[in-house]
């Protein structure tokens, strides 16, 4: 077990810098264990420590490992350019601890996004050798036909690409929808794979990774949760 003095957990928590951690638990905001923690020199064990900031409850965690539903018009960058970025819809805390996106959604694509301060998971889960599938729900321009489905399946070529990218699976779920799942993670890949195959991608959502799913999580857009150790395992599942 790790002990540490209250303002280093609180400031490897992300609560801010160590003066400002130390600000907090003297003015009287910390609460463990149903009492107020004026000391910060006071040492915790750090497993299973839950604490309350500002009545808010917190448990420590050594990493962090979250999931949020992205809506539209969200970058997925800690420096975004031309919209808010994602982590904007997070508590501030995550920023000071670097939480950073597992690799990236478009502005304007919805769904599943993975977000970590774990450099060794992002590179896990981001690397193109461990081919993670990940399942899409694109809404197209013109109708879904079986010549779409066939062309998508058989593999289409992609511009700056070495040869043909088919996907691994491929289904008409509506007239202007589809289920496509890739693995391959290229730059726009589903939109860039539908406009090689003659149509036009007019929204997108990510709805699972691996095994887990945006209706095994239940958020709504815009809501994040932490992720548990059974649910990171669905992450790499087969």
């Not at 058989?154 to 491929?170: N, Y």
Request: glycine letters at 8%.
């Amino acid at each position: 077990m790790t002990k540490q003095t209250l303002d280093r957990i609180l400031q490897s928590q992300g609560f801010g810098s160590r003066k400002w951690c130390r600000e907090l638990i003297s003015d009287g905001e910390v609460t463990i264990g149903g009492t107020v923690v004026d000391d910060y020199r006071a040492s915790f064990e750090t497993e299973g420590l839950a604490f309350t900031i500002f009545d808010e409850e917190w448990a420590y965690r050594e990493r962090v490992y979250l999931a949020l539903n992205k809506p539209s018009n969200y970058e997925c960058s800690r420096k975004p350019s031309h919209h808010p970025g994602v982590l904007t819809l997070l508590p501030e805390q995550f920023a000071w601890r670097d939480v950073q996106p597992v690799g990236r959604l478009d502005h304007d694509t919805t769904g599943l996004l993975l977000l970590s301060d774990d450099g060794a998971f992002i590179h896990a889960q981001s690397s193109p050798k461990r081919h993670v599938p990940k399942l899409y729900l694109a809404t197209t321009a013109e109708p879904v036909t079986d010549e779409l489905v066939g062309l998508l399946l058989a593999g289409v070529q992609l511009h700056d690409e070495p040869a043909p990218i088919a996907a691994r699976s491929c289904q008409r779920v509506g007239d202007h929808q589809m289920e496509i799942i890739l693995e391959q993670g290229k730059y726009h890949q589903v939109k860039r794979m539908l406009a090689a195959a003659g149509n036009h991608c007019a929204a997108l959502q990510r709805t699972a990774i691996g095994k887990l799913t945006l209706e095994h999580l239940g958020l709504e857009e815009g809501e994040w949760c932490f992720l548990d150790d059974d649910e990171l395992a669905l992450l790499m599942s087969e």
